[in-house]
């Protein structure tokens, strides 16, 4: 049974930062891309980062670039999502996403909200 298991949300002020982290299991994880996204109520989910497999460049949504960062550590099966200079308009609920070929998995999710 494969899960995914995303940690670290929660409430911080403008400029601040959180790291979130996605926890795989069930699957070989090192043969996955790994994309976070974010969704605020009403509004269509948002690719925010993406890292592919091995090698290989990461990429950003435009209005996240230079100020998040994807890493991931094969060992530990986990994905990361550094995110500095927080905005009020970062929050939403962060959705880790692990995909290879057909095979599509979700986490259930972790609120972000940056307000003072």
């Known amino acids: 049974q494969v899960q995914l298991v995303e940690s670290g949300g929660g409430l911080v002020q403008p400029g601040g930062s959180l790291r979130l982290s996605c926890a795989a299991s069930?699957?070989?994880?090192?043969?996955?891309?790994m994309r976070w996204y974010r969704q605020v109520p009403g509004k269509e989910r948002e690719l925010v980062a993406e890292?592919?497999?091995?090698?290989?460049?990461?990429n950003y949504a435009d209005s996240v670039k230079g100020r998040f960062t994807i890493s991931r550590d094969n060992a530990k099966n986990t994905v990361y999502l550094q995110m500095n200079s927080l905005k009020p308009e970062d929050t939403a609920v962060y959705y880790c996403?692990?995909?290879?070929?057909?095979?599509?998995?979700w986490g259930q999710g972790t609120q972000v909200t940056v307000s003072s």
């Open positions: 890292m592919p497999q091995t090698g290989g460049s990461s």
């Open positions: 069930g699957l070989t994880f090192s043969r996955y891309a």
């Open positions: 996403n692990a995909r290879y070929f057909v095979y599509n998995y």
